[in-house]
Each structure stands twice: as C-alpha cells, then as structure tokens.
C-alpha cells in the first residue's frame, strides 16, 4: 500500500504506519499530484490534517503549476481552508511556499480574494519584501491584485507597510489608480489619491490617464473622484481618442454629463483655473460643448 492508496481508503493508522517504514508524504502519483489532492477528492478532512502535522506539505508543487491549496481554494472547500489555517504554523517555513499555479499566483495573491479572508489574516504577517515584489502571469504584484480585488482595507495595510508598492506597474504598465479607475473602484481610488505625490497623469503602455481610464468603464464615481482630486480632464487617450469623443461614441451619458458639469463650473473661475489653457484649446479642437453650454461656461468669446 502506497500513501496515494492511504489518502485514497486508508485510515489515520495506515497513514502513520507508512510513514514509520519510510513512505514519503509528499509523492507524487501518475498524475502528478498527492496524496493531500486525493483527500481532498475523497472529502476526508480528518486525514487531510493529520497527514499535514506528520509531514505532507500542502505547498509542495504538482508536476505541472499548482497544489493543494489552490485546489482548496478554487473549489471553496470551507472545511479543508479550515484545516489548512489550523496547520499553518507547521507549513509556513516550507521551502515550497512560493509555489505557483497556472496562472502565475503565489499563495499570498489568491489570499486576497475575498473569500479567503480567514487565509489572508493566517499568512499576511509572513509577507517580506522579496514577496511583496512577485508578480503573477499579467504582472500584478500582491498589491496590485488587492487592488483589482477590491480589497481596499487590504491595500491601506499593504501602503503603510511597503510603501514602494505605489510604484507597482503590470505587464501593460498600468499602477494602481489605473487599475481602481477601470473597474469603478472608487474607494479604492479615494484611498490611493490620499498620497498627495500621486501623478494623476501618469500614461499607461496605450497612453492612458486613470482619468481616461474611468470613462472608458462608465465609472462616474470614480471619474468624479480623479476630477476633483486635480486629473486634468482634457485628455487623450489609446488611438488618440479624446476623453469626450469616447464617451459620446460609448453612449455614456452620465459620465459625459459629470465630466461637462465639471468643465463648465471650473471655466466660470476664470483665469485662476489652472488648466483654463488646455480647457480652451481643447474645446476649440473637440468641441464638446453646445453653444447654450458653452454661454453658460463664459467661454463664448473664447472658442
């Protein structure tokens, strides 16, 4: 009997007994996972953690990219996570702790999904600065996945910790506030925008501004945010596509609505509106304004 047939039908005796005559806890099988995979398969949770304290490593990788606890994971088995946590004092020095899965994650990126919060509050404290710097398949860091996650009580604890993980960028050099703006993750970008030596205007590879990048998802909360935080609203974008152009073209009449709204009450301020040059510029290009509007702005004798 092998540990594999063990995990498959055997008991907790059968388990420590193979392990006295030398058997390996953490062999793999023809398919390239272990024995921990096939009780999970079998719903013995009871095994499961006990093997862990006598020597099988849920860290430790299949033959192809992942292992057990991305298999816990995606699946949601509440009882085996339950396990896992209950364990994890003995698996946190594991040298295969920074196994990854298909698509690039460490444990610690798929510990933000909300989700798996009880995971989350298990292994944060084991973050260091070499983990903190891994980046999955599209080249977000922890960080940047607590940002697209949503998980904003998660990225202030990330930013008072490592604070270089503002400069994080992804593979297509989005940061953080792009990646809040494109999903409408206004708390998000209100946390982020806290940080006064934030660069609004900070292009991703396609010549993106979060700004841009907030109406090109409708967000108008988190357009309304970037606006008054002090993003210049006059701004093109991927194919240089005016921010106004790809609104009216989106049929996004709510967001095109905020964003006038907001044109109009900064140009009524006069000269000490410190974008009123490529305000007036912009507008004398793209003309985004019907003439009533632009009467209402004080910009008729402008454009």
Same mark, same amino acid.
């Given at each position: 009997?092998?540990?594999?047939?063990?995990?498959?039908?055997?008991?907790?005796?059968?388990?420590?007994?193979?392990?006295?005559?030398?058997?390996?806890?953490?062999?793999?099988?023809?398919?390239?996972?272990?024995?921990?995979?096939?009780?999970?398969?079998?719903?013995?949770?009871?095994?499961?953690?006990?093997?862990?304290?006598?020597?099988?490593?849920?860290?430790?990788?299949?033959?192809?990219?992942?292992?057990?606890?991305?298999?816990?994971?995606?699946?949601?088995?509440?009882?085996?996570?339950?396990?896992?946590?209950?364990?994890?004092?003995? @698996?946190?020095?594991?040298?295969?702790? #920074?196994? +990854?899965?298909?698509? =690039?994650?460490? &444990? $610690?990126?798929? !510990? *933000?999904? %909300?989700?798996?919060?009880?995971?989350?509050?298990?292994?944060?404290? @084991?973050?260091?600065?070499?983990?903190? #710097?891994? +980046?999955?398949?599209? =080249?977000?860091? &922890? $960080?940047?996945? !607590? *940002?697209? %996650?949503?998980?904003?009580?998660?990225?202030?604890?990330?930013?008072?910790?490592?604070?270089?993980?503002?400069?994080?960028?992804?593979?297509?050099?989005?940061?953080?506030?792009?990646?809040? !703006?494109?999903?409408?993750?206004?708390?998000?970008?209100?946390?982020?925008?806290?940080?006064?030596?934030?660069?609004?205007?900070?292009?991703?590879?396609?010549?993106?501004?979060?700004?841009?990048?907030?109406?090109?998802?409708?967000?108008?909360?988190?357009?309304?945010?970037?606006?008054?935080?002090?993003?210049?609203?006059?701004?093109?974008?991927?194919?240089?596509?005016?921010?106004?152009?790809?609104?009216?073209?989106?049929?996004?009449?709510?967001?095109?609505?905020?964003?006038?709204?907001?044109?109009?009450?900064?140009?009524?301020?006069?000269?000490?509106?410190?974008?009123?040059?490529?305000?007036?510029?912009?507008?004398?290009?793209?003309?985004?304004?019907?003439?009533?509007?632009?009467?209402?702005?004080?910009?008729?004798?402008?454009?």
């Amino acid at each position: 009997m092998s540990v594999i047939d063990v995990a498959k039908s055997g008991t907790i005796e059968d388990w420590d007994l193979l392990l006295k005559e030398g058997a390996d806890p953490n062999e793999l099988d023809s398919y390239g996972t272990n024995a921990l995979t096939w009780m999970l398969k079998v719903d013995n949770v009871d095994l499961f953690q006990h093997a862990i304290t006598k020597g099988a490593d849920p860290n430790s990788p299949y033959r192809t990219p992942g292992n057990v606890i991305f298999d816990v994971v995606s699946q949601n088995r509440t009882q085996f996570l339950n396990a896992l946590i209950t364990t994890s004092p003995i @698996w946190k020095n594991s040298p295969n702790l #920074l196994t +990854r899965d298909r698509e =690039g994650n460490t &444990i $610690f990126h798929i !510990a *933000v999904l %909300e989700s798996m919060e009880t995971l989350w509050e298990s292994i944060h404290p @084991w973050i260091t600065e070499e983990v903190i #710097l891994l +980046r999955n398949e599209v =080249g977000r860091s &922890i $960080f940047l996945e !607590a *940002v697209v %996650e949503n998980r904003f009580e998660i990225v202030l604890y990330l930013l008072k910790t490592f604070p270089q993980v503002k400069g994080h960028l992804d593979q297509e050099g989005k940061n953080a506030l792009h990646l809040a !703006a494109e999903r409408n993750l206004d708390e998000v970008c209100a946390i982020l925008l806290e940080d006064d030596s934030l660069n609004l205007e900070t292009k991703d590879q396609l010549g993106n501004t979060a700004l841009f990048l907030s109406a090109s998802c409708d967000g108008v909360e988190s357009l309304k945010e970037l606006l008054y935080a002090g993003a210049n609203p006059f701004v093109w974008g991927e194919n240089e596509e005016s921010i106004t152009r790809l609104l009216d073209r989106e049929k996004f009449g709510h967001c095109l609505k905020t964003w006038k709204d907001f044109v109009i009450q900064k140009a009524i301020l006069g000269d000490t509106y410190p974008f009123r040059k490529e305000m007036i510029q912009y507008i004398q290009l793209e003309k985004p304004f019907k003439p009533e509007e632009l009467a209402k702005a004080k910009l008729v004798d402008f454009i």
